[in-house]
């Protein structure tokens, strides 16, 4: 199903889920949630160069390149972290580099992640963003090369 659907199309289904909570209390608990579903990373990702800078929890992203699309994988060892890196790869993983690197990921702000996160938070979610949108220019970059 979400190789057929937009990244904007995931955004939208992810502030509507969040549109159904009343409190922030109740949004935390969904993103952990959503972090406890994360499948588990294999070890061989869990590697200094997969580890995100800028993050004051560690988080290890891999990344992996098939059939023209960019696949993300995971870990972290903050709960809260590991949500909000399984929502960004519900957004981007599975996407062509182009459309990851054009990715607005407005979802974040929609939901006011932004502004209820301590900044220490929200540093490091923008980290994980850049590393993503750096797979996927690397990806690109090197298909390019490839292709001549």
Known sequence: MQEKTTIEEIEQEIVEEFSLFD?????????????????L??????????KVRGCQSTVWLGAEFRDGKVFFKAD???????????????????????????AKLDFIN?????????????????????QMKNYALAYKVKEAAEKN
């Open 23 to 39: 409190s922030w209390d109740d949004k935390y608990e969904y993103i952990i949630d959503l972090g406890k579903k994360l499948p």
């Open 41 to 50: 990373l294999e070890d061989r990702y869990k590697v200094d160069e997969n």
């Open 76 to 102: 972290s060892d903050a709960v809260i972290v590991k949500g909000l890196i399984s929502m960004l790869i519900r957004v981007l993983s599975g996407q062509t580099p182009d459309a990851i690197i054009a």
């Open 110 to 130: 929609q939901i006011g992640m932004t502004s209820h996160l301590a900044q220490t938070r929200s540093n490091g979610l923008l980290a994980m963003v850049k």
